[in-house]
């Protein structure tokens, strides 16, 4: 495969502040992509495109909110007046509330669906369009494991997850006429910022651990790699599928 398989390529990534985003956006970057960095949180997002450019990566950061209708649709205006249409959109923006399902107000159920769905269907919506007719297109969808298996106190997550995972094979039926690709990247327990508090307790540590077969914590590199693989030409087959990054988990 080209070492620079993305060039001439604009990718945007949602949470692209951090963890697997931030990880995803450079892979991408690196692979010859134009990236579109976006986030609500303005210095996180400076840092990781002052790390892109000094690579040598072309890199432009956007600060909106994924739930939010009408900044979305500024947004699809400022990244298309910025870099033209997108080829590539990788739906990583969420969040994660631990709570039992009585212990949820509905605010935060709200909040964690809004995210975790809402915001890709929001998303999807605006940038779609002028990403049809270039003969070539590919979403991600950020799902979870939780998408196909569950634990006490992620609810909601779990919910959200399982939902977007329906969301993905859905567009990709609808898109496919227009050869554009849409696919779910499943992460499995990863040492990224959203798992800190599970890093740092032993006990849950270790209770992790132990699902995974290959038994380590994955690296963010990792999702990384697989997200510039399906979006090159050579995995221009591929759609509506899931891919599980777990080291095994799922497989029990």
Not at 91 to 116: C, H, M, P
Not at 172 to 192: C, M, Q, R, Y
Request: proline share 4%; charged share 15%; glycine share 10%.
């Amino acid at each position: 495969m080209n070492s620079k398989p993305l060039v001439g390529k604009v990718a945007l990534v949602t949470g692209a502040s951090q963890g697997l985003g931030r990880a995803i956006a450079l892979a991408l970057g690196g692979a010859g992509a134009r990236l579109a960095l976006v986030s609500r949180n303005r210095q996180k997002l400076e840092a990781v495109a002052a790390e892109a450019r000094t690579a040598g990566i072309e890199a432009e950061v956007f600060v909106a909110d994924v739930t939010d209708e009408a900044a979305v649709q500024a947004l699809e205006a400022a990244v298309t007046a910025r870099f033209g249409p997108l080829q590539i959109l990788v739906n990583n923006a969420g969040i994660n509330i631990r709570k039992e399902v009585t212990q949820f107000s509905l605010a935060e159920w709200r909040q964690v669906l809004d995210t975790n769905l809402t915001g890709p269907f929001l998303m999807c919506r605006a940038f779609v369009p002028r990403m049809r007719g270039q003969g070539y297109g590919r979403i991600l969808n950020l799902t979870s494991i939780m998408s196909h298996v569950a634990l006490p106190g992620r609810a909601a997550y779990a919910a959200s997850k399982s939902g977007l995972l329906g969301f993905t094979k859905a567009l990709a039926l609808e898109l496919a006429p227009d050869k554009i690709t849409v696919n779910g990247i499943s992460p499995g327990p990863f040492a990224t910022e959203m798992n800190t508090p599970l890093l740092q307790n032993p006990e849950l540590s270790q209770f992790f651990l132990s699902r995974i077969p290959l038994g380590r914590w994955g690296q963010v590199a990792e999702v990384g790699a697989l997200a510039v693989y399906l979006c090159t030409e050579e995995a221009g087959f591929i759609t509506g599928t899931d891919f599980l990054i777990d080291g095994g988990w799922t497989a029990q």
